[in-house]
């Protein structure tokens, strides 16, 4: 006797559904065949895969199913062996600079800019399971953006969040993999990170820069925010007298606005006055 019209749809589902599993099934299988060559990259091998596993998983593939492991842990830990790492790295190969010297010089190293570098480079994110709409976008635009600043841009371009995630969570990994051997990460990663930005390549953050030139100075300047939309905002810097020695305006973060305005009056600023030059 055939299936009545309602049995048929219940089973059409159930095929349907096991179909999905079946293919998700076939997805890991490819995916985790495709980490083999994040190994090569880093010519580390895994002990424990699954520590690779989760270095690789955006916490968006599982989304809003939070009980699941993303790599959000190991990059916490990343973070903080990193920051160890290079701070030891920095005061052995600099042992006659200050405090202040070594931690702009251990900034540069571990910021998001410079880690994003490394995942972009190394082609580390399409490895990277994630469900987020935009991050071939992101990734496109910082790959457009870093073209003009070869080593570090100081706070001028926006950078994708997730590519220095990816660098600090297989730190994270590899620490533990490693049986917490920060030698182990730093053999590892030392090739990756470079060019390492020492004294002679580290630059002032325009912000930084601005400021101290205006105290030299003695000239007084206020930032203006004058965005009209949540798109595209614009910042303004202002003398007293309200005459605008720079302006930008892009549709970025009010962060990156902020600094690019702050080159443009920093640029101006060593261009007219005497004493900048």
Not at 111 to 118: G, H, Q, T, Y
Request: charged letters at 30%; hydrophobic letters at 35%.
């Amino acid at each position: 006797m055939g299936l009545k019209q309602k049995d048929r749809g219940v089973y059409q589902y159930i095929r349907v559904m096991f179909q999905d599993e079946d293919e998700e099934k076939e997805k890991e299988k490819v995916w985790l065949l495709s980490l083999e060559d994040v190994e090569e990259i880093l010519s580390y091998k895994f002990s424990d895969k699954n520590l690779l596993k989760e270095a690789f998983t955006h916490p968006s593939y599982y989304y809003p199913d939070d009980t699941k492991e993303s790599y959000e842990r190991l990059e916490l830990l990343g973070d903080s062996v990193l920051n160890l790492i290079i701070s030891k790295e920095m005061f052995l190969l600099y042992p006659d600079s200050s405090p202040g010297l070594l931690t702009r010089l251990r900034a540069a190293n571990v910021d998001n800019e410079k880690l994003a570098r490394v995942a972009f480079k190394y082609r580390l994110y399409p490895y990277l399971r994630h469900k987020a709409p935009d991050m071939e976008d992101q990734v496109q635009a910082f790959s457009n953006d870093i073209q003009n600043y070869p080593v570090h841009s100081y706070g001028l371009i926006d950078t994708p969040k997730f590519l220095a995630d990816i660098v600090e969570s297989i730190i994270g990994a590899v620490f533990i993999d490693s049986n917490y051997s920060l030698d182990t990460v730093w053999k590892v990663f030392k090739r990756l990170l470079e060019p390492i930005i020492g004294p002679k390549t580290l630059r002032i953050h325009p912000m930084t820069e601005l400021y101290e030139l205006c105290q030299k100075n003695k000239i007084s300047i206020n930032f203006v925010d004058g965005s009209k939309s949540e798109t595209y905002k614009t910042f303004s810097v202002v003398l007293e007298n309200n005459i605008v020695i720079g302006t930008s305006t892009c549709a970025s973060r009010k962060e990156i606005v902020k600094n690019r305005a702050a080159k443009a009056a920093l640029d101006h600023l060593k261009a007219t006055l005497p004493s900048a030059n």
